[in-house]
Antibody, heavy 121, light 107 residues
């Protein structure tokens, strides 16, 4: 089955760290760019970070730049998000999403169910 | 950064209604726009990419149009399962911004 499964969320104190994982299955993971998107409670979607298929290109939202690090292990079909110096405003459901492209136009066509990160003392 | 606005932010409609949602970009993004549907407690689902291409498996009552700075998502005949929040997203440049969403509710 083609799917993405996130894990690693939980409750963490402000200033703390957390590492999210996203396990991919059912498709050739190494052929796709991957993304993290988050959604604060009751709010809209916010793009967080993207990584190309070979990790050559990495991008971050300004809100997380310098604190979060995206990475991937194509041998393990896994995507990661290392989150440091966490703040209350980082509280959200974090989704991993597959990036596809047709005729140079990209889109996020496969999403995981998400993992909840709560930053609170 | 490219900003996206959506209108309306909330829409009340009945089953069978034709519904149109507009997404406007702060600068031209050609056809680098996607639309997603999200139901409460669920992950977003891709509906449309490249502004007007229907994702495989998505009902044909959904359609998208536009280019440049103005885009529309149309549901030709609203069905009970279509009550959800809809988001546009630009993929012209980074950051990959999303619109604020349009919630479609039952009248």
């Amino acid at each position: 089955e083609v799917q993405l499964v996130e894990s690693g969320g939980g409750l963490v104190k402000p200033g703390g760290s957390l590492r999210l994982s996203c396990a991919a299955s059912g498709f050739t993971f190494s052929s796709y760019s991957m993304n993290w998107v988050r959604q604060a409670p009751g709010k809209g979607l916010e793009w967080v970070s993207s990584i190309s298929s070979s990790s050559s290109y990495i991008y971050y939202a300004d809100s997380v730049k310098g604190r979060f690090t995206i990475s991937r292990d194509n041998a393990k079909n896994s995507l990661y998000l290392q989150m440091n110096s966490l703040r209350a405003e980082d509280t959200a459901v974090y989704y991993c999403a597959r990036g596809s492209m047709v005729r140079g136009v990209g889109y996020f066509d496969l999403w995981g169910r998400g993992t909840l990160v709560t930053v609170s003392s | 950064d490219i900003q996206l606005t959506q209108s309306p932010s909330f829409l009340s409609a009945s089953v069978g209604d034709r519904v149109t949602i507009t997404c406007r970009a702060s600068q031209g993004i050609s056809s680098y726009l996607a639309w997603y549907q999200q139901k409460p407690g669920k992950a977003p689902k891709l509906l449309i990419y490249a502004a007007s291409t229907l994702q495989s498996g998505v009902p044909s009552r959904f359609s998208g149009s536009g280019s440049g700075t103005e885009f529309t998502l149309t549901i030709s005949s609203l069905q009970p399962e279509d009550f959800a929040t809809y988001y546009c997203q630009q993929l012209n440049s980074y950051p990959r911004t999303f619109g604020p969403g349009t919630k479609v509710d039952i009248k």
